[in-house]
């Protein structure tokens, strides 16, 4: 099928990740990356005793409310780029982060806030992917007053399915490439669309940036058991970007987080995979205005075209996908 991508070629990309010579991403080499790259300068800060530092790009307007990304355990701050870039233009800040090796709850915490302390928001919203929106419900339980709203891709609400008590601890002591295999064992190995076939293989290119500290922490923090449990939020405030295709989440963690917050809005992407926000970012960013408008986020563009039949009285539901 010419929209789809074969299972040979999924094999393809793992080589790539292993250290086998392959091809560079379609996304890493296409136009519209090369031009955020030009654009948004990657910057690093230190915030914390450790001198860990957190790598970020960030746009828009430092008055106005600030939207923070974080990706999942298999994620850079480079895989959000396409928030930046379809957000910033129509006038919101974004910042697209990526964690330093943080192995404990409350090391992420500690972190975080430090990280707000630098970035100095008026108001902070965060989209959490995966283990991302994992984090932050975490953070948001021991810090209710310091985030107004959250965005929760694809996550869960609690880590038991991947909960391993023999292997987790030694995680930090695994070299980089058997961590890198083991993020790689979670991947979709069967035919799927085109759009989510790149997005899967820039994932995996992205992977050979991350240190084994990068690696090791994320699964550390995805394997330890923990269950989000005191979050006081307005579940109002709460929306929940789910695909409806084939991920590495089980889908009963997917159920489990709808009943965890019956009153959250809920939005579904039909072909996103594991990474929607890559693979599906018109129908993301749609829903992640929505969400901001809902919540009171208001942005001053004078010359913005009004959209024909709005939508934040509507159910939210998916675009037609992008023509191939």
Sequence with gaps: MADMLNPSKISSMFN??????????????????????????????????????????????????L???IPGASGTAECLFRQLTGLCPKGYRVVAS?????????????????????????????FGASLGGFLVQ????????RVSSIIL????????????????????????LVLKNIILSSFNPDQVPVPVAEAIDFVIEQLDTMGQGDLSSRLTLNGTSGTITGLKMEEEKIT????????????????ELWRRYPNAKKA????????????????????????????????????????????EGQEMTAPPPRPK
Aim: one cysteine or more; hydrophobic letters at 35%.
């Design 16 to 65: 790539a990740a292993v250290g086998i010579p392959d091809r560079k991403s379609t996304l890493s080499q296409s136009e519209e990356f090369k031009s955020f790259r030009s654009s948004f300068p990657l910057k690093n800060v230190a915030v914390d005793l450790h001198e860990y530092e957190w790598r970020y790009f960030e746009g828009g307007d430092k008055k106005t409310p």
């Design 67 to 69: 939207l923070l990304c």
């Design 98 to 126: 990526q964690p330093p090796p943080y192995y404990t709850v409350n090391e992420f915490v500690v972190g975080m806030d430090a990280f707000l302390d630098h970035l100095a928001p008026t108001e902070v919203h965060i």
């Design 138 to 145: 975490q953070y948001c339980v021991h810090r209710p007053k």
């Design 153 to 176: 891709c694809n996550s869960f609400c609690s880590t038991e399915s991947f909960t391993n008590g023999m292997m987790t601890p030694m995680y930090q002591f695994m070299p980089t």
């Design 240 to 255: 929940l970007i789910d695909s409806l295709d084939k991920t590495a989440r089980p889908a009963e963690l997917r159920e």
């Design 268 to 311: 579904s992407v039909r072909m996103g995979g594991d990474f929607p926000f890559l693979a599906a970012p018109e129908e993301v960013n749609l829903y992640i205005e929505v969400h901001l408008r809902r919540v009171g986020v208001t942005v001053n563009l004078p010359n913005l075209e009004p959209q024909q039949g709005g939508v």
